[in-house]
Nanobody, 125 residues
Framework: QVQLVESGGGLVQPGASLRLSCAAS????????IGWFRQAPGKEREFQAAISWNGGSTNYDDSVKGRFTISRVNAKNTVYLQMNNLKPEDTAVYYC??????????????????WGQGTQVTVSS
């Protein structure tokens, strides 16, 4: 079992950058695929990025490709989401999640077993 804690959210202007962190407060992330999802008011939770357990594979939603980068440092039990050139439409609560299912299932929120509490990202001028 693993408990996830996100941090790094905030209020920024369009074009700014933020780095979100997903840390394990209990357990280890080492054998888990980690995904980042976001949920805006009135919308469903959407896949943003995923990274395989060893960092060898990463995938992104088309809306963030080229702007967001997911990475992990297993020695620190932490996964990061670097977000550059933020836009107002990126405003949402961002969640990290962990799964041990086959990596090809990475976009499917239903396949993730553990979720953090979320961190708010607001992009506004």
């Amino acid at each position: 079992q693993v408990q996830l804690v996100e941090s790094g959210g905030g209020l920024v202007q369009p074009g700014a950058s933020l780095r979100l962190s997903c840390a394990a407060s209990e357990g280890t992330l080492r054998r888990y695929t980690i995904g980042w999802f976001r949920q805006a008011p009135g919308k469903e939770r959407e896949f943003q990025a995923a990274i395989s357990w060893n960092g060898g594979s990463t995938n992104y939603d088309d809306s963030v490709k080229g702007r967001f980068t997911i990475s992990r440092v297993n020695a620190k039990n932490t996964v990061y989401l670097q977000m550059n050139n933020l836009k107002p439409e990126d405003t949402a609560v961002y969640y990290c999640a962990a799964t041990r299912t086959v990596y090809s299932e990475y976009p499917n929120a239903l396949r993730y077993d553990y979720w953090g509490q979320g961190t708010q990202v607001t992009v506004s001028s």
